[in-house]
């Protein structure tokens, strides 16, 4: 399959508007046995979240809200014990289990703001690109595909590269892409917006920003 890439803007940032939602606010605010969260001003919710999170100790706090977003994906006793390791090392990067990168960031985004510096702060990448799949225009625009065709651009020496290096090149599955891309947004025309973590990709890792190449699939290493 061959493909262009225009790669419009590589943004490092430590927020992700929308991932925690005015519900999640008041639910957490419950959590932390704040009283009459739900006539609270929705425009204070956050604030007043995080203050009450900074009312605890910190590997308390990361305790409820681990708790609050992996209950059933996390044994209470790993949430304890990444509660306690999450002020030590960036957990969104040295987690064995990459799938829970994305949660974890935001966890400890919330941690770090509401403790100003406590917890480690930890980097996302947002990419706004153009893809264009020349030949067949019918097939999926998939994370899978997208990194595929992101390798055409980035350094060797990028961890994508150096830890999925067959993947990329379609001689193994690529199930991880689904874990690496933590948001993917289709804005029409062949344009896109992608997050990941700075850890994955960040703007250092380009070569270049507008740059074409076949990438191949793993079914059959044929290309398309």
Do not use: C
């Amino acid at each position: 399959m061959k493909v262009r890439i225009k790669i419009t803007d590589v943004k490092t940032i430590y927020e992700i508007r929308g991932y925690w939602t005015s519900d999640d606010y008041i639910r957490l605010l419950e959590e932390l046995d704040y009283g009459d969260a739900q006539s609270s001003d929705p425009a204070e919710l956050r604030e007043l979240l995080e203050m009450a999170i900074s009312d605890f100790e910190p590997h308390e706090s990361a305790e409820i809200l681990l708790r609050y977003k992996l209950k059933g994906v996390l044994s209470n006793g790993q949430i304890e014990n990444l509660s306690n390791e999450m002020t030590k090392e960036n957990q969104v990067e040295e987690y064995p289990d990459i799938g829970l990168h994305y949660p974890l960031f935001n966890i400890n985004q919330m941690l770090y703001r509401s403790y100003n510096g406590i917890f480690p702060n930890s980097k996302a990448t947002k990419i706004e690109f153009e893809l264009n799949l020349l030949g067949d225009t019918k097939l999926p625009v998939t994370k899978e595909v997208i990194l595929k065709a992101f390798g055409i651009g980035l350094s060797d020496t990028s961890l994508i590269m150096r830890l999925f290096e067959d993947q990329i090149n379609g001689e193994e599955p690529f199930t991880d892409a689904e874990k690496i891309i933590w948001e993917l947004h289709d804005l029409g025309q062949h344009r896109y917006t992608l997050y990941t973590s700075d850890y994955w990709i960040n703007n250092e890792d380009f070569m270049e920003y507008d740059f074409s190449g076949t990438i191949k699939k793993f079914e059959d290493k044929k290309e398309e």
